[in-house]
RNA sequence: UGGGGUGUCGCCAAGUGGUAAGGCAUCGGAUUUUGAUUCCGACAUUCGUAGGUUCGAUCCCUACCACCCCAGCCA
């Protein structure tokens, strides 16, 4: 009897992997799964990452299991530590815990190389002498079958004398390989003798110069799952054509005793955002080429990015968690994952007003230690986030959004002659517009009407509310405003075009805006709801500005159902 | 003209021989000192196409079509 997962959000959608693994719970095929999550230290994770650590680490939440963090370290060249600092940061920041010590492919370096003496005793391995254009012919095409290489043949004397003094460094770099024998007729190219040992003279960041021989993906991964007795070793669709030689490589092992473990590897698809590009050499194009201030740009897919940009784990985890995991082609659209962040901020952070782009309202009925002002909460559903005065002065900044001289039709809020609601403050009426030499409105005049506070005006409905900030009280800060990195769905797949050509020029806008002095205190990564505008967080690092002033990034704008 | 995959509402996504969950979006309507939130309600006679099997098919069979991945000493 399958469990049924209930369908609404409270749990999680049923996914294949998830009925996979309950499966083999059920029948006992284990009693306790292990995931693993196998960055490679070659950049920082994006949000495609993202959807694949909620899912690796959230199945082994889910059903009582582990999921251990490995470091896929087989490619000294481009690997390095700021990558793997960042990617545990940013795991740990998503809200999930490893199974003990991280752990590196590089820790089973020498059991590899056990591994693949054993291949080459038992004749199922040999070194290749061809050149990589030599191996690329010899491979044959993906319609034509491949043909053995003239090296193929060597005895096990020869390929285990020849491999040790690979190991030992007797050969340049890249003159000869270790290659698996397997099927050079294959129909599938992988198991067309993949090559799973190269000798590279590079540093690398765990074993130094320790070795000259570096193992490959395919002969590494498999094998390192299985050491480590991963149950569930799930991965993008990609390595569906892989799973053959993984199964080969860990079948022999297996059989022959030297393996406590069998994996299974299963594919799903992997994420696809709209307007942005998540391969690793295109973002790093990004950073290295100063488009973007870093890789952890608040413009940038990358989790660095979204974190700065003030998206949070919950909100990336509802994300990730509403995509679900299948594997047919997904592309998602940017405001589905604003929707989740949105959702989670909603309740969560507290409300102030901030003016972005203002006018000067000089309120002409405004009575010096008269006119009173309002507390009020920091959010209207949450009283114990507490409150603060909303004080009104003479002279106070709108946003020029909100006033229209001539308004267009269905506009609720400011018009010459018209009524609104200052938020948490009075109602009050334009009488008055003042403009300059070249007619744009520098002030406006506005009485108040003094029996507004705190109660609705007699005898008429006033429905516009628009929110506002003391010219003297309020504080000035540097805001952030982004716009999609990219003005195109899909950069990096527009036949004939680099996908530079479609870097948006106003992604960036920076702006200063005037704020309630109670945000004076914000913290690094404090984040606030400015009313009627969307949700801003405090610079994670430079929170203060050139002058001292708060520094904020849009998160996210607020839905808005009025358009234009 | 090789191999491996995928095709269910605008976007994700369950389902699987018994007559199409859910989320996002959208559209109505209610409440609202955020055109936000919240709340109600609507939203696939149809599951890539064409045949077949069956009392009955999105689920089984056959053929076809579309799209994606694979020819690194990258992962």
């Given at each position: ?12 959608a ?19 799964i292990?995931?693993?999550?196998p960055?490679e ?6 949000v ?10 959230g ?41 003990g ?17 054993w291949?080459i ?5 040999y070194?290749?002498?061809?050149t ?7 491979r ?9 290489s003239?090296?193929r043949?060597?005895?096990?004397e020869e ?5 040790r003094?690979?190991k030992?460094?007797?050969?340049a ?28 003279r590079a ?11 570096y ?8 094998i ?21 030689l ?8 297996f ?9 299974r ?8 955002l ?8 295109k ?15 608040p ?9 700065r ?20 082609p997904n592309?998602v659209?940017?405001p589905f994952?604003?929707?989740a962040?949105?959702?989670d ?7 102030v ?14 009575i010096?230690?008269e ?16 409150s603060?005065?909303c ?16 308004p ?11 009524e ?8 009050i ?16 005049r506005?009485?108040?009407d ?18 506002w900030?003391s ?9 952030r ?27 960036l ?7 309630e002095?109670?945000?004076?205190n914000?913290k ?15 610079d994670r690092?430079?929170y ?6 708060l ?11 009025w358009?234009?």
């Amino acid at each position: 009897m399958t469990e049924k997962i209930e369908t609404n959000e409270t749990t999680v959608a049923g996914n294949f992997i998830r009925a996979i693994i309950e499966d083999d719970l059920k029948t006992g095929k284990h009693s306790q799964i292990i995931t693993r999550f196998p960055p490679e230290p070659n950049g920082y994770l994006h949000v495609g990452h993202a959807k694949a650590i909620c899912h690796n680490f959230g199945v082994a939440e889910d059903y009582a299991g582990l999921c251990n963090l490995r470091f896929d370290d087989t490619n000294p060249e481009k690997e390095n530590d700021e990558y793997v600092q960042a990617i545990k940061e940013n795991i740990s920041w998503l809200g999930f815990k490893w199974n003990g010590e991280p752990k590196y492919a590089s820790d089973y370096f020498e059991k590899l190389y056990e591994f693949a003496e054993w291949f080459i005793s038992h004749d199922l391995a040999y070194v290749d002498d061809l050149t990589p254009e030599q191996m690329r012919e010899y491979r044959g095409t993906l319609t034509k079958a491949g043909t053995n290489s003239p090296y193929r043949e060597r005895s096990i004397e020869e390929n285990l004398d020849l491999f040790r003094r690979m190991k030992a460094g007797e050969f340049a770099d890249g003159a000869k390989v270790l290659r698996l024998k397997i099927d050079m007729a294959s129909p599938n190219m992988n198991l067309r003798d993949p090559a799973i040992y190269r000798i590279k003279r590079a540093h690398h960041i765990r074993t130094g110069d320790k070795w000259v021989i570096y193992p490959m993906y395919d002969y590494t991964h498999c094998i390192s799952d299985a050491l480590e007795g991963i149950t569930h070793s799930c991965c993008s669709l990609e390595f569906e054509d892989h799973r053959p030689l993984y199964d080969w490589v860990v079948d022999k092992l297996f059989t022959a005793g030297l393996l406590p473990a069998r994996p299974r590897q299963i594919e799903f698809s992997r994420l696809e955002l709209g307007y942005t590009v998540t391969s690793k050499r295109k973002l790093n194009q990004l950073v290295t080429e100063g488009i973007v201030s870093g890789w952890d740009d608040p413009r940038m897919p990358t989790i660095a990015g979204m974190r700065r940009r003030g998206y949070t784990p919950d909100g990336i985890r509802l994300f990730a968690k509403r995509c679900g995991i299948s594997k047919s082609p997904n592309h998602v659209d940017v405001p589905f994952l604003e929707t989740a962040i949105r959702e989670d901020l909603e309740n969560n952070v507290p409300r102030v007003m901030a003016v972005l782009k203002p006018i000067k309202v000089t309120l002409t009925n405004y009575i010096d230690g008269e006119t009173g002002s309002r507390e009020a909460g920091f959010h209207p559903n949450h009283p114990e986030f507490g409150s603060r005065l909303c004080e009104l002065t003479k002279e106070i900044y709108i946003d020029s959004d909100d006033f229209q001289e001539i308004p267009e039709k269905g506009f609720q809020r400011l018009t010459l002659g018209g009524e609104v609601r200052l938020r948490h403050s009075y109602v009050i009426k334009c009488d008055e517009i003042i403009k300059d030499a070249d007619g744009k409105i520098i002030e406006l005049r506005c009485s108040i009407d003094s029996n507004t506070l705190g109660k609705n005006p007699e005898g008429r409905k006033v429905k516009g509310v628009i929110h506002w900030v003391s010219c003297t009280k309020s504080v000035k800060a540097t805001v952030r405003l982004y716009e999609r990195l990219f003005t195109e769905q899909a950069p990096d797949s527009v036949e004939g075009r680099d996908f530079k050509e479609f870097i948006n020029p106003h992604s960036l806008e920076t702006i200063t805006a005037y704020i309630e002095p109670a945000i004076l205190n914000a913290k690094p990564e404090d984040r606030f709801q400015f009313e009627r505008v969307g949700y801003f967080v405090a610079d994670r690092y430079d929170y203060h500005g050139p002058d001292g002033e708060l520094v904020f990034n849009k998160t996210v704008g607020l839905k808005d159902t009025w358009k234009k």
